[in-house]
């Protein structure tokens, strides 16, 4: 089974893009996949129902990825005051359960992450501890337009002295005409500095508005390794 957890290195890095890209790629390439959400947060009302963006966004990549949630937040951010207003709190064995669940019937799972270690879900449980529990190997996320290349270096130093089974970090937001040079020295120094492979340069998109799926699809295949994110041969890739 294929598994990763993507999670971003602080909030507004791109991960939701990321993730509906690459879940509908595996999907694509022959992999049943889901992607699942321990918490969703910034959930919207519309026509009476409560919608998950993450969700949303996967499915409209390829509708026939498994998508699942066990708890859904309208606030955009996770803390105690939030479960108190919401009146929604949440059980760490919900969230193993949940996790089991979908892990067991899918050949490849992207667990989403919050982008903030620190981040309780509920009493003396938080984002780092979940990660240490289910194992799985991280994909960072890390967008330059709100990161400098030594807040990557930083986070992924400090990642590395808590021992995270790291397996690598996607840059996104790198502007189209600086991706060979910029974008190249960035992966170059955070490689040479931490020994944590960059697993994929995706360019700055000015607006997703008009974007289709197979082209987004397309530019996550051909914009990160696909392969080095779950550790496996992919024959359809060695194909093309």
């Known amino acids: 089974m294929l598994e990763i957890y993507l999670t971003g290195i602080k909030h507004e890095s791109g991960t939701t893009f990321i993730m509906g890209g690459i879940a509908a790629a595996m999907q694509g390439l022959g992999y049943s996949t889901a992607v699942y959400i321990p918490a969703q947060t910034g959930a919207k009302y519309k026509d ?38 919401e009146r929604l709190y949440m059980d760490k064995n919900v969230i ?38 289910v194992a799985s190997p991280i994909v960072l996320v890390a967008s330059m337009r709100n990161a400098t290349p030594d807040e990557m270096l930083d986070y992924l130093q400090l990642m590395k002295r808590k021992q995270m089974n790291i397996r690598g970090i996607i840059i ?4 189209m005409d600086e991706l060979k040079t910029t974008g190249r020295d960035l992966q170059k120094m955070l490689e040479n500095n931490t020994q944590i492979p960059v697993l994929g340069l995706i360019p700055h998109i000015e607006s997703l508005k008009g974007l289709r799926p197979e082209d987004w699809i397309e530019y996550i295949i051909c914009r990160t390794d696909l392969e080095a994110i779950f550790d496996v041969k992919i024959s359809k890739l060695s194909a093309e």
């Open 172 to 175: 996104n937001g790198c502007p």
């Open 96 to 133: 193993f359960q949940d996790y089991m669940n979908v892990v067991n019937s899918h050949e490849c799972v992207i667990v989403a992450g919050q982008s903030d270690m620190t981040t309780l879900f509920e009493t003396n449980f938080n984002e780092e501890e979940l990660l240490r529990t």
């Open 48 to 85: 009476g129902f409560i919608q998950a963006p993450d969700v949303l966004f996967t499915k409209f990549m390829d509708k026939n990825v498994t998508t699942y949630c066990s708890y859904l937040y309208k606030s955009k951010k996770l803390s105690p005051s939030v479960f108190a207003a």
